[in-house]
């Protein structure tokens, strides 16, 4: 019998479509578990006459942010996924320029979005 094998994580290589998939499966997990806090912040945003709660206004702002751009990323990489279960962009070419379309776009949303809601 083989003794068990030691995978250090930290040390292997992904492939960007590797790691497009585990942030999508992080995002679904953060986007579930902050649905009490966005509502919340939503509230807050909602209700900002009240020098109560002034000083929770940047941190409602920074979590709506953080959680739409969370949510472009999820969605864009569900339909990635999506795609690729119905045979479209299924090559590793393809699947890899997928996967760097749905960061950048990703990623743009979130600076353009950042701009819009704190400028």
Known sequence: MARPKFMNLAAMYFPITAIASIFHRVSGVFLFLSMPLIMYSLSVVKKNETLEIAWLMPLAVFLIWAVSSLFVYHSL?????????FGVFESYHQAKITAWSVIVISVLFALLFAGFVWL
């Open 77 to 85: 990489a569900g339909v990635r996924h999506l795609l690729a279960d």
